[in-house]
């Protein structure tokens, strides 16, 4: 058995003899490079001190009950004591002395002795810090010691948690240890060979400190920062930072130490070091062939690598000479209506089916009906040219810009007058009595296929025809969003026009109705009782991390069993629109986190809470309209609350279902995809959406002959890769950015997703869509990724919500969005929480920073930046109110149309009913 390997006869395949870090360190001695010399003590070692010990089994039972920080703790506590009784093989121990003799000159040089385990210093997990490492070792006793306390290392809480998270078998992992010449350096730091904050390839960061490099590891210290382009090797860019510790050796290890005050201030490097320090880094990424983290130290002007690795969730390298123009000439295209549900860049099989084929048929498809009901033909498309919705940069944008001439005016006055009241009439029943039922009755014919018997053209077909009926959905569900919107509007600019109360907007009129998140959350509650009735489960479930929980919960049926029946109402709601993004079912962490919440909070009734709103709306629906001219204004302001609280509940119950075939149809993609992966035409199942349907056609009929495209493969992986650099990405509402909506000399800044200016002072300006005022912390949630750091009783921030993001607002005072309007999934999902909501604001997510005080006005639309509050007011750019003159003709034009359209309709009712007697 072979328990000690000298550097210079490893290589980066001794991975499973010599650990990540020993077969690195052998490769780049091999290469050259300035490796200070040193030998492994291999895994064998380690596997023969556990067998002869009898570890191993007791170790994997210790390991498998962890599965939070306090049980990871427990089974760390254990398996250290297991090691500390156990003993050292005599046959292990004399080749270990003997190499150490060899390499120190007799203990005449210190070492360091660091752990380097079999799943670590890996393209897909470094492990870094997860192990243990003992420097300045000067002793056999001190070598002995340091090499068992590594061993042990392998299994320290923070080890098992990382393994826990990365996936990787607690019975898998062995540990070798790494015994090197230690190094008395005068500075020493880590070099990573591209930008590790933007992915920047051509860059080199260095950052440095005083003395050996444990500080500037475990983050002790601020450490310099020199930035160098790595193509021509020249300086970018220095930042000196005041250095207060440094790590230096003692006569018996190391300590922390303060640094010299003269040392302080003073920049580490000089520039022909860092130079050269940048040089070497880049032969060692030319000789991994990727970007690499590398550990250096630095004594005497001699430059010593002490390490390195590839590194490990490296941002995608950014996009150079971005410029968001138009996808046609002279047009306009906004995120708005569909595209709202598309915060990211899109997958290019969603692009083709939903995007262009999908939203362009179903609008086809609502023109026939149209014109079916009107009795004259309506070419949607003379309004606005093909296609709906394109994408600049990966974004999905809707077009804003309209055709409009003279003779359209008739027309346009023809649909308003003839078209409008039969579309309330027959397409409200349309969406609910067909369109729905068509759509579920798809879904579920697709659901219940067999896959192993369904041939790749048919899981094609699938994929198409449920993408298709969910595009055909959303124009059908377009019609109760775009009454919910009108009828809002209206009856908020009439409250604003007619009431003395600046405060009072249409959203505190319309809360309290029965909704599906309502219902959601009700469910969610009795889980959450479910669970406080089982004795010490509460605590578990509040203590541990949400992204443990179900961990927890699977030794409950019962509650496994809750939890699966509420995924089952509820699992299909999106987080992105985009079927290539997992939905709430595949990714349940916002579940998780509002049910523990929801646990902690037992006395939380969100059906106590609805019944509160419906009173308060119904007491101030009734103080408003005493208020008002009986004779002018309350008839009409009857009129339009009866038409705002008619169609504003059907708003959320239409955008329910949108997404709804996305289970069905990830199974029938993701099913092509594992078969193009085994054909060796993907590298990954889900890598499917990054194929357009003619490639994975092409890839099945090369399958069928047992043929393999790896060049498909290839061309998924780089779009996937470009997608990556498209999501950092900040896109504009608007391309051109200063596009307005228009429909000719008309004006339609009501519908466009945020005011049309942005504030830089300390107050941001939004939509008010839901009352109330708040002051918080705030939790900014740029996307899923980040669920995690939302906190309880803050405002969550964020860019937009979709229905998967529903749970997070049981834990939010308040919501801010970047862009979104009254009628965006944030501002109704608000209004049933009762918690203020300011949408649209433009710039929230850039503005504030996670944790920052803010106050949330949802009645003036206004969010406070609370410690900028003193700056300056004339910064700000706001839009100008409009006067009370101008308000008010906007006002009488509004409602004096829709009267006349609705008498219009009444008459023409009544006429048809005397000719049908």
Not at 183 to 201: C, K, M
Not at 230 to 249: C, D, F, G, H, W
Not at 895 to 914: I, M, Q, T
Request: with cysteine; hydrophobic share 45%; proline share 7%.
């Amino acid at each position: 058995m072979v328990y000690i390997i000298p550097f210079q006869q490893l290589n980066k395949n001794n991975i499973f003899s010599a650990g990540g870090k020993g077969a690195n360190l052998g490769e780049l001695t091999a290469a050259g490079f300035p490796i200070p010399p040193g030998f492994v003590l291999t895994t064998a070692a380690y596997d023969a001190f556990v067998n002869e010990n009898k570890l191993q089994q007791k170790i994997v039972q210790l390991a498998a009950t962890a599965v939070d920080p306090r049980t990871c703790e427990d089974a760390a506590n254990g398996i250290h004591t297991l090691f500390l009784a156990g003993k050292m093989p005599q046959a292990i121990q004399a080749d270990l002395l003997s190499a150490y003799t060899e390499l120190t000159k007799d203990g005449e040089i210190p070492v360091a002795v660091r752990s380097s385990a079999t799943a670590e210093d890996l393209p897909g997990a470094s492990f870094a810090g997860q192990q243990d490492s003992y420097l300045n070792i000067q002793e056999a006793h001190g070598l002995l010691e340091a090499v068992e306390t590594c061993w042990a290392s392998l299994w320290t809480a923070r080890a098992i948690a990382y393994r826990l998270r990365q996936g990787i078998d607690p019975a898998s992992v062995s540990l070798a240890v790494v015994v090197q010449q230690l190094v008395p350096a005068d500075a020493s730091g880590i070099l990573f060979t591209a930008n590790p904050v933007d992915g920047e390839r051509d860059q080199i960061v260095i950052n440095a400190a005083w003395g050996l490099g444990e500080a500037v590891v475990s983050g002790q210290v601020t450490p310099d920062t020199v930035t160098i382009d790595k193509t021509n090797q020249q300086i970018l860019a220095r930042e000196t930072s005041r250095k207060t510790t440094m790590t230096v050796r003692t006569a018996q290890g190391t300590k922390d130490r303060p640094v010299p005050q003269a040392q302080q201030n003073q920049q580490v490097l000089a520039d022909d070091i860092a130079l050269e320090l940048a040089q070497i880094g880049t032969q060692i990424e030319t000789h991994y062939g990727v970007p690499m983290d590398i550990e250096w130290a630095v004594v005497d002007d001699e430059i010593a690598v002490l390490q390195a690795r590839p590194i490990t969730n490296l941002p995608p390298a950014p996009l150079k000479n971005v410029r968001w123009e138009p996808p046609q000439p002279g047009t306009i295209w906004m995120r708005r209506q569909v595209v709202e549900h598309m915060p990211e860049p899109l997958s290019p099989l969603f692009d083709e089916l939903y995007l262009q084929e999908g939203l362009d048929q179903s609008m086809e498809s609502l023109a026939v009906f149209m014109s079916e009901i009107s009795g004259f033909e309506i070419r949607l498309w003379d309004f606005l040219d093909p296609p709906f919705a394109a994408t600049v940069n990966g974004y999905a944008y809707s077009r804003a810009s309209f055709n409009f001439s003279p003779k359209m005016v008739p027309l346009a006055l023809r649909l308003y007058i003839t078209v409008l009241p039969k579309m309330i009439k027959y397409l409200i029943p349309r969406w609910e009595n067909e369109s729905l039922p068509a759509y579920l009755a798809s879904i579920e014919q697709w659901k219940q296929i067999e896959l192993a018997n369904t041939a790749d053209t048919e899981l094609l077909r699938g994929i198409r025809e449920l993408a298709h009926e969910d595009a055909v959905y959303w124009f059908a569900a377009a019609v109760p969003l775009g009454l919910a919107r009108t009828s809002d509007a209206a009856f908020d600019r009439f409250l604003k026009a007619v009431s003395k109360d600046s405060r009072l907007t249409s959203g505190a009129f319309l809360r309290g109705f029965p909704s599906k998140t309502a219902a959601a959350q009700a469910q969610l509650e009795a889980i959450a009782r479910q669970i406080n009735a089982i004795g010490d489960l509460r605590e578990q479930v509040i203590n541990t991390s949400a992204s443990g929980l179900l961990d927890v919960l699977a030794m409950y049926p019962a509650v496994i069993d809750a939890l699966q029946a509420y995924l089952d109402l509820y699992g299909h709601q999106i987080y992105n629109l985009d079927f290539a993004v997992p939905t709430l079912a595949d990714n349940p962490l916002p579940l998780l986190l509002s049910l523990q919440t929801a646990v902690a909070h037992p006395e939380r009734d969100i059906r106590s809470q609805q019944k509160m709103l419906a009173r308060e709306r119904d007491i101030l629906a009734a103080r408003t309209e005493q208020a008002l001219n009986p004779f002018l204004l309350r008839p009409i302001y009857r009129l339009l609350l009866r038409w705002a609280q008619r169609y504003a509940p059907d708003r959320e119950a239409a955008l329910f279902y949108v997404g709804a075939a996305w289970p069905a149809l990830r199974r029938l993609a993701l099913e092509l995809g594992q078969r193009l992966t085994e054909a060796g035409s993907l590298a990954n199942p889900d890598d499917v959406f990054y194929l357009k349907s003619a490639e994975l056609a092409a890839a099945s009929a090369a399958r069928a002959g047992d043929v393999s495209r790896p060049d498909l493969a290839k061309l998924a992986q780089e779009r996937r890769i470009l997608r990556g650099a498209q999501l950092q990405l900040e896109p504009p509402v608007s391309v051109p950015e200063d596009g307005r909506m228009k429909f000719g000399p008309f004006d339609m800044a009501m519908f466009e997703p945020k005011p049309r200016s942005v504030s830089t002072g300390p107050t941001l300006d939004g939509f008010a869509v839901s009352p109330g005022q708040v002051t918080a912390p705030a939790s900014v949630i740029h996307s899923p990724a980040d669920f995690d750091k939302m906190k309880p009783d803050t405002i969550l921030v964020c860019t937009t919500t979709t229905p998967a993001w529903t749970p997070l607002f049981a834990q939010a005072r308040g919501l801010v969005t970047d862009i979104g309007g009254a009628l965006a999934h944030g501002s109704i999902v608000a209004r049933e929480y009762g918690i203020p909501a300011v949408m649209g604001t433009g710039a929230a997510t850039q503005r504030i920073k996670n944790g920052r005080l803010i106050q949330v006005d949802g009645d003036k639309g206004s969010v406070t930046l609370v410690d900028e509050v003193d700056a300056a007011a004339a910064t700000q750019t706001k839009q100008a109110p409009p006067s009370t003159n101008v308000r008010k003709k906007a006002l009488l034009a509004l409602v004096v149309g829709a009267l006349v359209g609705f008498v219009w309709w009444k008459r023409r009712r009544s006429a048809k009913h005397l000719n049908d007697r």
